[in-house]
């Protein structure tokens, strides 16, 4: 099983690296996010105040806006964490499409490839991508702040340790989770159009029913109440929580990371039971 | 039947949606080291029996055993033991030949150094030294064939499956690919099961072949055995346009076996052509038929092909196919080989 596993996970990750356009397309879109869209939502809410209003008042109205973040942008940046792990994992169902589609699919299954082996290799390349995507919107986002002109991710609270572990597995969870979704998808459809549809009745509401981009202060309380269970919101509240402090938050890290970890094992549960039947060694 | 060859079918049965019967009764036994030819018009249920075989498709009913196994039980076993070709391109252009083989290798468990020497083996065996570290996109269409061939031997096979395996290729390329096979099969005494769409191939490569039609075999044996079913010479007699039907003026003719007609040609099974020949145009004339050409052909699996299925055999498989094969190369090309 584990030879079969890494020499598919290989070819996954050669397929990759031959395709430069990809990896392009892959960066650039976080970072027209990072700098257009959040530097152009940075919207100060605190402008709106009376004058002679206290500053410590006004700070407050900020962080309670944004949830202890001191400005929209630093609220924003780690919301990108959670846009990048759905936007990055879009693409893997529809390559198992297309590999259907050219043979090379069927070269595998006629292997005696265990399905584990099949769905893990794509699922190891496939939840690569947004992890290191993450981290590098995180980076580039801290970067900001060096930049003449330009607003930064502003880390207010003492991460530590614990801190970056939590981070590491809500990013590496939330990624998890939606490559599964998506390559599971891809698994049981074999028509790209079909593929993209379906997708596209998964990938915005998930990810417009969830706190990642909508400054908090300005949610309406039905949509805050439903972005709670949202899995990207439990993943962005792991690290908004940790980068800007507990205050603005009902629950520890531990309780967002429990609530990502139980989708999780959810729907790669559900994945398992359908991809098992549909990679069975005898159709 | 005989239950101890490389490849048994017995009364396979595959029915679609609980209404098409894609495969209906098929039965046959190949002999180890044996290359075994199953030929039949598109739909015939030939793709769906090498399924079946292959550990790619389960039977309604019936059983399949393959090198021993019965491939319902096993379908994982089997699929070590055999290796498959593909009628369309599986290798990954993105990935150079040697990756491909070296992928290959690994998904049989076959340990990375180990897969790596076997890959320069078979790079050199298929004459793809100077290309194996090319991107297989590059490749034309022999040298992706071979690079096929060298994927589906890779964990060392004793049955392999060829389906259509020179579909698209030039002579040379059909011939130095049935080269490299026979050569397998006379080292190893590695037993071959091939559809091909060229019948001449299955004449000269193939020790024995089945015709299937309609998801049943409706003829089987050697080349000879089948040429020899249709006995002797067939000759094809064109009348003018207008002309009665000859067909009861032929029949009676000293070595006629059999008359068909097709609109102002009648094809004449017969004992000898050279003989029925004048005595033919002579019976056309007596009774005022013109005739326009006259042939004489020695019975060329073609004809064995049309007697057992009352059709042609290229008009039938050729073209859409072939179409097939350029459609493929073509959306290739235009997506740049991204998959």
Redesign the interface.
């Known amino acids: 099983m584990l030879?079969?596993l890494?020499?598919?996970t290989?070819?996954e990750f050669?397929?990759l690296a031959?395709?430069p356009q990809a990896i392009f397309t892959s960066l650039l879109l976080p970072l027209l996010y990072l700098l257009l869209f959040g530097q152009g939502f940075n919207i100060n809410p605190a402008s709106f105040a009376l004058p002679g209003t206290p500053p410590s008042v006004v700070q407050g109205i900020v962080l309670a806006y944004f949830r202890g973040a001191p400005n929209y942008y630093s609220y924003f940046a780690a919301g990108m964490v959670g846009f990048v792990a759905v936007t990055a994992t879009l693409f893997i169902g529809a390559?198992v499409i297309?590999?259907k589609l050219?043979?090379?699919f069927?070269?595998?299954?006629?292997?005696?490839?265990?399905s584990a082996?099949v769905f893990g290799s794509r699922l190891i390349a496939g939840a690569a991508q947004p992890i290191l995507l993450a981290f590098f919107v995180l980076g580039l986002a801290l970067l900001f702040a060096h930049v003449p002109g330009l607003t930064g991710l502003q880390i207010t609270a003492s991460i530590g340790v614990a801190g970056a572990t939590y981070i590491v597995l809500a990013i590496v969870l939330l990624s998890l989770m939606f490559a599964t979704v998506f390559l599971t998808i891809g698994i049981l459809l074999d028509v790209p159009q079909v593929y993209f549809a379906v997708v596209n009745l998964i990938n915005l509401p998930v990810l417009l029913t969830s706190d990642a981009l909508y400054p908090w202060g300005s949610m309406p309380t039905w949509l805050r109440n439903a972005s709670q269970f949202n899995p990207i919101s439990l993943a962005v509240n792991v690290l908004r929580e940790t980068f800007f402090g507990s205050s603005y938050y009902p629950y520890p890290p531990e309780i967002y990371l429990l609530g990502l970890f139980a989708w999780t094992a959810v729907l790669v549960s559900i994945a398992i039971l359908l991809v098992r039947r549909a990679l069975r060694?005898?159709? | 039947m005989q239950t101890d060859g490389a490849i048994v079918a017995e009364n396979l049965v595959k029915v679609y949606g609980g209404k098409v019967r894609a495969v209906d009764g098929v039965s046959f036994n190949v002999a180890p080291g044996e290359i075994f030819g199953f030929l039949g018009p598109n739909g015939a249920g030939k793709t769906t029996t090498v399924s079946m075989l292959s550990a790619g498709l389960r039977p309604t009913s019936g059983r399949a055993m393959v090198g021993g196994l019965e491939v319902s039980h096993h379908p994982e076993e089997v699929k070590r033991r055999i290796g498959v070709i593909f009628q369309e391109s599986t290798a990954d252009g993105d990935l150079t030949g040697r990756e491909n083989l070296e992928v290959a290798a690994g998904t049989y468990g076959i340990a990375r150094s180990e897969g790596r020497t076997r890959a320069n083996a078979l790079i050199a065996e298929m004459h793809l030294t100077d290309a194996a570290d090319r991107y297989s996109k590059t490749y034309s269409g022999g040298m992706r064939r071979r690079l096929e061939l060298a994927v589906g031997l890779v964990h060392q096979p004793k049955i392999l499956f060829l389906d259509e395996p020179t579909l698209g290729l030039d002579p040379q390329g059909r011939a130095g690919f049935w080269g490299y096979v026979q050569k397998l099969r006379k080292e190893t005494g590695m037993t071959v099961f091939v559809t091909t769409h060229y019948l001449d191939e299955a004449d000269t490569m193939c020790d024995r072949i089945a015709i299937i039609d309609h998801g049943k075999i409706v003829a089987e044996g050697t080349p000879n055995e089948l040429k020899d079913k249709i006995g002797g010479d067939v000759v094809t007699v064109k009348t003018a346009p207008g002309a009665p039907d000859m067909t009861e003026v032929i029949r009676p003719l000293a070595g006629v076996h059999t008359v068909q007609r097709q609109d102002d040609s009648y094809r004449i099974k017969c004992t000898s052509g050279e003989t029925l020949v004048p005595l033919a145009v002579e019976a056309c004339y007596r009774v005022g038929a013109g005739v326009t050409g006259v042939t004489v052909k020695r019975p060329s699996l073609d004809e064995v092909f049309l007697d057992f299925t009352g059709r042609e055999y290229r008009e039938e498989e050729g073209p859409s196919a072939t179409d097939r094969a350029v459609m493929m190369q073509r959306v290739r090309g235009a997506i740049g080989g991204r998959r």
């Open positions: 030879r079969e890494t020499a598919l290989r070819r050669l397929k031959r395709n390559n297309f590999d050219f043979g090379i069927k070269r595998t299954r006629g292997t005696p490839a265990p082996a060694p005898l159709e």
